[in-house]
């Protein structure tokens, strides 16, 4: 219910302070709930050349990876992601397209930089032609 969307939207508001952007000055954290009911989080982390900055949503996914998601829960692991930033924006079509890798279909919860919801959604409504594993079974098909 609201109440666990709200704990990670605080959860992700709690990552971005861990963030480092000295560069943009725009800290981003981001939590995920598993479907194991499991938490993990992750704050963007920018470098000079910006182009290798990594996400927050990418990192709180890849720490779910690294903590046995995959293996546990199975690909689609992704139940919901909290994200928590300066300004009202969703995630951006690279971590769009990271969330689809993991998740049918999850809730997307955008929040302010104190944890307070600004909007839910879902990954579907933010990627309705998200590319998929199974876009890859239908090339080996038709081969």
Known sequence: GMETLQQLATIASEASKLSYSPYSHYPVGAAILRVSGENNSGQ?????????????????????????????????????????HMTDTAPCGRCRQIIAEFSNDCLVIVADINGKINSITSSKILLPYAFTPADLESVKTNK
């Open 44 to 84: 963007n982390i920018e470098v000079a050349s910006y182009s290798e900055t990594g996400h927050a949503e990418e990192q709180a996914l890849k720490n779910a990876v690294s903590n046995g998601a995959v293996q546990n829960e199975g690909r689609t692991f992704l139940r919901a992601i909290a994200v928590s």
